[in-house]
């Protein structure tokens, strides 16, 4: 089933080429069925590239879904251009008056900072309290992860001697969960922070449940018992070649963040090897299914 989102925005053409089934805004309000109603928190400095990379995965799922993109209105993203984030993004503050089916907040390039010095951590937290009478499930990314399990559970991350960059092992450790239905026992995902959460710390909190973990890279996915928060340390989204960007950008910088697991032979000079799409597309597609589909009222004034 599609994604439907507005006809103009680069990641139509992008998927449509890809073959991901992409539905016009025209089509779809002749359909006579509710879409998932899902709101993306993009706060990465190159949107579009997040936006497409997420729309991608959602788009794969057998769902019609609504996409509605959100900026911070504390922040000024310099990396996108304003009339992309004028014509397709809207801030927290105008959506809260509505109710959502999904939340997914991303990553973003301030974890080096503590929380409370983020200068959109105030809006954050408002969202976050809006997303817990108005949002069934909510999707934390990285550092957005990090900064649920702070503001909800009060597990604070710490910074890492160097930067865990590459595509990691991990161990299913709950296999029966909805949200690990089909993954392998041992799956690999990428990941891409300086700082990192305990498992310890997080075990310590009886509402939490650890999905997900590697030896190397430590907790993956966490989730509330009640399947309405879940929170992926690592970066499923990401293509190919996004480590391989950012280790040359960090390069530039002479930084010698080298994605480990990731080019074939440890040559930069090799095309990566993309082992990680089996295991991105199901988690989203559980998320969306057995997650939100299953779960959210009909009526979303009943949640």
Request: with cysteine; hydrophobic share 40%; charged share 25%.
């Amino acid at each position: 089933m599609p994604i439907k989102i507005p006809d103009a925005l680069p990641a139509s053409r992008i998927l449509e080429s890809e073959n991901i089934f992409v539905m016009s805004e025209d089509r779809a309000a002749h359909q006579d069925i509710r879409p998932l109603r899902i709101a993306i928190l993009n706060l990465m400095p190159n949107k579009i590239e997040t936006e497409t990379q997420l729309l991608r995965l959602l788009g794969n799922t057998p769902l019609q879904i609504e996409i509605d993109l959100l900026q911070t209105a504390s922040h000024h993203a310099r990396n996108t251009s304003p009339e992309h984030l004028l014509a397709f993004y809207k801030t927290p503050g105008e959506v809260m008056d509505q109710r959502f089916d999904g939340l997914i907040v991303t990553g973003a390039p301030v974890e080096t900072m503590p929380f409370e010095q983020v200068d959109y951590w105030q809006e954050l937290c408002e969202v976050f309290d809006w997303a817990e009478e108005n949002v069934y499930s909510t999707l934390f990314i990285c550092w957005g992860a990090q900064a649920g399990l702070y503001y909800h559970y009060g597990v604070d991350k710490h910074l890492l001697p160097a930067k865990m960059t590459g595509v990691f092992a991990h161990r299913n450790l709950l296999p029966e969960h909805p949200l690990m239905r089909g993954f392998n026992d041992v799956y690999p995902a990428p990941h891409s922070r300086y700082t990192a959460v305990d498992e310890s710390a997080v075990r310590a909190v009886n509402e939490l449940d650890i999905l997900g973990a590697s030896e190397e890279a430590g907790l993956h996915i966490v989730a509330d018992r009640a399947c309405r928060k879940f929170f992926v340390m690592g970066h499923s989204e990401y293509d190919r070649d996004t480590l391989k960007k950012e280790y040359e950008r960090d390069a530039k910088r002479g930084l010698n963040n080298f994605p480990l697991h990731y080019f074939p032979d440890d040559d930069p000079a090799k095309t990566p090897v993309m082992t990680w799409r089996s295991h991105a597309n199901l988690l989203y597609a559980n998320w969306v299914n057995h997650i939100v589909y299953q779960h959210t009222p009909f009526d979303l004034s009943k949640l």
